[in-house]
């Protein structure tokens, strides 16, 4: 039996190789968990991802478009943004929601946590429902150019069942959140 609790990893060196405000880039050095030389580079994230799902009382949501950099295509997501490790991550999910729909909410559940691309970096991830909502103009960052849908949570859920939705976060957030709505949880 393997111990769990145990690193089987050894650093033999480690050298930032970049580093700005967003995230910062480590080669190390290693003996890999087989007993062999290796590298691994490492992607450290300086926020928390943080992914918001709000529902109205007839369980309609929103997804956020945008063109995403890095995949050079438009992706339709939940409501996404980041956090710092030292802030309250729930004020920065109100923050989120107000600034890209438009909407603050009475009532907060957080749904899960989650480990976004855990081969390569070490970034977090937090996914929160959002009720009782009321509705403002939202209020995008001077980067954002962003369209908002609002859609039936089960016309969203197929979109994920069916693929066209993609983003981790948001795969993950509408799965969990079918599972707790059909156990009468929400």
């Known amino acids: 039996m393997i111990d769990t609790t145990k690193n089987p990893w050894k650093t033999l060196k ?30 450290h994230y300086k926020n928390i991802a943080i992914g918001i799902i709000p529902l109205d009382e007839d369980y309609n949501t929103w997804l956020v478009g945008q063109y995403r950099y890095p995949l050079k295509q438009y992706s339709w997501e939940i409501c996404e943004g980041g956090g710092l490790h030292t802030k309250d991550l729930l004020e920065s999910a109100k ?24 081969s390569v970096s070490d970034e977090e991830g937090v996914i929160y429902i959002a009720k009782e909502l009321s509705y403002f103009d939202p209020e995008p960052e ?17 979109m994920v069942m069916n693929g066209e939705l993609t983003d981790s976060l948001t795969v993950a957030g509408i799965l969990k959140t079918k599972l707790l709505i059909d156990k009468g949880e929400i």
């Open 142 to 158: 001077d980067c954002e150019v962003l369209q908002i849908k609002k859609i039936p949570f089960n016309d969203v859920y197929e």
């Open 95 to 118: 923050r989120e929601l107000l600034e890209e729909l438009g909407i603050k909410a009475g009532k907060w559940n957080k749904i899960m946590d989650i480990h976004l691309s855990n």
């Open 14 to 43: 480690s050298e930032v190789k970049y580093d700005n405000p967003w995230i910062k880039i480590t080669e190390h050095q290693t003996v890999d968990a087989a007993d062999g030389d290796g590298i691994y580079g490492v992607v």
